[in-house]
């Protein structure tokens, strides 16, 4: 940007850099180029009357701004030894595909079950004590005054134990569902297959009021029948979670009591729902248990945890003396074979023995009778001569 005329052109000097930069409509502070600080406007033709505000270095070209020292030689050292092949750097540990395999909610939420699940159990315990414990105070209460502050504990546990199981049942029935699903579709993917079923049916289907009586149980007897391709034994596996089947009926059918229950009145309805109330929450606390166990027995765990352990059985390893006994036999396989092939070619020079004597005989024979005939040589003309005779 040219300046206008009549007027000499300013500019700011850099203080780190020494840079002019031109004085645009309004002077600046920092450098553009090195980010020091511009001093104030100077005029080109003009130069600044008094003392300036700045100095001029002159510096080569090929001269650095800091003092280079000495450079120091350092002693030359031993050449390093090792006593094995350095493994720095020659590691190539091959990606393990399950660890950064994509995972999705559903195995997000499966992860998280068994968790849920024995948060659950212990909540429905806790549950089951504080009616009991409750209908404790009611029989107490008969005959003798309560003091509030037992009242208060005892309502406080209820409370806790109830709202407590609820929240963290449903997020058990939630996770467990994906859990179920998970399991699946290893199960399919062991056999080659695929699953049949849509996510969202069997979510909907595990988790509806009525119908999750149903068809958990059959889902997971199809994952126990796919493992048996593999596994045949799975007896056991069948028998747990029929034992869960039956538990889990049970209370879903004890919570439908208990709402009904509830419309009742009376006193003595509200003490014998407190003992109802008890028992639902003791039955759920028992299915949430097995729950847990069908869950660890598919993936081959027990309750606690552990492995399964297969059964098995003791076999007696062969010693040496029967092993050798063993060889020595399959040693004298070849003689044995050499032995009965030569046994047929006697047999067949037995059996040509007799021919061979009777065509002997034979021979014999005849040449007697030709001996016989030779000596007695009018006997051809006698019967020439009765021939004739006769005629």
């Known amino acids: 940007m040219s300046a206008p005329q009549g007027r000499a052109q300013a500019f700011q000097v850099c203080a780190r850099c020494s840079t002019r930069w031109a004085v645009g409509a309004r002077p600046g502070t920092w450098c553009p180029r090195c980010h020091g600080v511009l001093l104030s406007p100077v ?179 199809e994952v126990v029948r796919l493992r048996s391709e593999s596994d045949g034994d799975v007896y056991r596996e069948l028998t747990l979670i029929r034992i869960w089947w039956a538990v889990w009926a049970t209370s879903n059918a004890l919570v439908v009591v208990q709402v009904l229950w509830s419309f009742r009145n009376t006193l003595q309805a509200r003490a014998d729902g407190v003992l109802l109330a008890a028992l639902v929450a003791l039955v759920a606390a028992v299915s949430a248990v097995l729950t847990l166990a069908v869950m660890r027995r598919l993936e081959g765990r027990t309750l606690r945890g552990s492995a399964v352990s297969r059964p098995t059985r003791w076999v007696i390893a062969p010693s040496v003396e029967r092993k050798t006994e063993q060889t020595e036999p399959a040693q004298t396989e070849p003689a044995r074979t050499e032995t009965a092939q030569t046994e047929p070619a006697r047999t067949e020079t037995a059996q040509t023995e007799p021919a061979r004597t009777e065509t002997a005989q034979t021979e014999t024979v005849q040449t007697e009778n030709e001996q016989a005939d030779a000596a007695r040589p009018d006997s051809g003309s006698e019967k020439d001569d009765r021939a004739v005779t006769v005629s």
Request: proline share 8%.
């Open 43 to 221: 005029s080109a033709r003009a130069p600044a009357q008094g003392r300036r505000n700045f100095r001029w270095v002159a510096r080569p070209a090929s001269s650095n701004r800091t003092a280079v020292g000495p450079t120091r030689v350092a002693a030359p050292t031993p050449t390093p030894r090792y006593d094995s092949t350095p493994t720095w750097g020659l590691r190539d540990t091959p990606r393990d595909p399950a660890a950064h395999a994509p995972t999705g909610r559903v195995e997000q939420y499966a992860a998280n079950a068994q968790t849920f699940v024995w948060i659950t159990a212990l909540l429905l315990g806790l549950a089951a004590f504080a009616e009991l414990f409750r209908y404790g105070i009611l029989l107490y209460n008969r005959t003798r005054l309560l003091s509030p502050i037992t009242l208060a504990i005892s309502d406080a546990l209820v409370y806790f134990a109830q709202v407590g199981a609820l929240i963290v049942g449903l997020l058990a029935l939630i996770t467990s569902s994906c859990w179920l699903i998970r399991q699946r579709r290893l199960a399919y993917a062991s056999v080659g297959a695929t699953e049949p079923r849509s996510v969202r049916w069997m979510l909907l289907l595990s988790m509806l009021p009525l119908v999750r009586i149903v068809m958990p149980g059959v889902y997971l007897t």
